[in-house]
């Protein structure tokens, strides 16, 4: 079966730095998405990646491994805004998005 | 440009009763998308659609219906509806290529009860 996992909850302090992590079994493979999400409201684009490797966008930055079938996000100088749930996303043979639970982050100053 | 819009932000249906969800985007894209949230779960794909006239079942299809009249509107139906949809539902859209950014629209909060 499909199948993406991520950690339910993660808690980080303002300022410092944070990983997820994600892993996805899909049939076949066509690119991992992360998406923001804060409560209350609709997710909104992140990052893709397709390829192996990191893909840096100012503070956020996004690993991809297809061998391990693993990515994760990081997140630098975390601020108070950041607190929101990241989803992880697998696109599969077909190119439907299969999507993950999210992992709620938790910012404490 | 007002992005992807969704109506109404929130209703409670009896058992039984049908709705439409109305999702409407002004960015002429092309591929748009019916998704469904529950609690502590993950986005599941109900339909989605490619282009005018042509749509497609997605993971959870069953008890929904759509049309794809038009580039902008995306419209879902909920026929005889039961508490199992009971859930958050977001309508999306990309441009071109099935991989592009998805937009999402604020989301509807529907209640069965």
């Known amino acids: 079966g499909q199948n993406i996992d991520q950690p339910t909850e993660m808690t980080a302090t303002e300022g410092a730095i944070v990983q997820i992590n994600c892993t996805y079994q899909t049939s076949g493979f066509n690119g991992l998405f992360w998406y923001q999400q804060h409560a209350g409201e609709a997710p909104t684009f992140l990052s893709y990646n397709v390829l192996d490797g990191l893909e840096e966008k100012g503070r956020f930055s996004s690993f991809l491994s297809r061998s391990k079938g693993y990515s994760y996000l990081l997140l630098k100088e975390l601020q108070m805004k950041d607190s929101a749930s990241y989803l992880c996303?697998?696109?599969?043979?077909?190119?439907?998005?299969?999507w993950g639970a999210g992992t709620k982050l938790i910012i404490k100053p | 440009n007002a992005g992807v819009t969704q109506t109404p932000k929130f209703r409670i249906l009896k058992i039984g009763q049908s709705m439409t969800l109305q999702c409407t985007q002004d960015?002429?894209?092309?591929?748009m998308y019916w998704y469904r949230q529950d609690p502590g779960m993950g986005l599941k794909l109900i339909y989605y659609s490619v282009g005018a006239g042509i749509t497609d079942k997605g993971e959870v299809p069953n008890g929904y219906n759509v049309s794809r009249s038009t580039t902008e509107d995306f419209p879902l139906r909920l026929e005889l509806a039961a508490p199992s949809q009971t859930s958050v539902y977001f309508c999306a859209s990309s441009y071109r290529e099935i991989t592009d950014t998805q937009y999402f629209g604020p989301g509807t909060r529907l209640t069965v009860l």
């Open positions: 996303a697998g696109m599969d043979s077909n190119y439907q998005l299969i």
């Open positions: 960015m002429n894209h092309n591929y």
